[in-house]
């Protein structure tokens, strides 16, 4: 296998995130494929270059195949989103590491997608690791969630990344994990 490279997102490579991340969300997939993980939001191309602008996105690629892509953005920028307005509104309710999520320097962490094939091949792990190049010393902590019908990712999530799940919320009839993690302040 090729080897994996790791880099922020270019404006050209919004095409290909629309694509892979099209692909995995819920409603895209037949049931039988939702066990392997799944998307709760779609995003537009123009919805990924302003996520590139507002924290970063990522991509993993092999052999210049994009095989995962990584979102992170500011909180008022994901306000857009209903789903993810719902999961801020518990932020001042909801504690990590002992202050509520509302009074840290924070930023909303997804979607991230792999593709089917490089799954388990350590992509996640890349694209997480490139980001908190990207975020270190600038924000305190993490927020994202995890579709309650989704194990997979947040397994994936809490096992591989130490993200920690806080607290769980609805949203339209569906279950949700709130989950954080904390940034250092700068990476060795």
């Not at 990712?153 to 607290?167: C, E, P, T, Y």
Request: charged share 25%; net charge positive; with cysteine.
């Amino acid at each position: 296998m090729s080897s994996l490279t790791i880099r922020r997102a270019r404006d050209e490579d919004a095409s290909a995130v629309v694509r892979l991340t099209r692909e995995n969300l819920l409603g895209a997939l037949p049931e039988s494929a939702r066990a392997d993980g799944f998307l709760s939001i779609a995003m537009t191309e123009e919805d990924v270059r302003e996520a590139n602008r507002s924290v970063a996105v990522l991509v993993a690629e092999r052999a210049s195949h994009l095989v995962g892509c990584l979102c992170a953005t500011r909180d008022e920028w994901s306000a857009r989103f209903p789903l993810i307005r719902q999961m801020q509104s518990l932020y001042p309710t909801t504690p990590f590491l002992g202050r509520p999520i509302s009074s840290w320097r924070r930023f909303v962490y997804g979607p991230v997608c792999v593709e089917r094939e490089a799954r388990g091949s350590g992509v996640l792990e890349g694209l997480f690791a490139g980001l908190l190049d990207q975020v270190a010393g600038r924000y305190d902590l993490g927020t994202a969630f995890a579709d309650v019908s989704n194990p997979r990712s947040l397994q994936a999530h809490v096992r591989k990344l130490g993200m920690q799940v806080l607290r769980s919320f609805e949203f339209e009839g569906r279950g949700y994990h709130l989950m954080a993690f904390a940034v250092p302040s700068r990476r060795p």
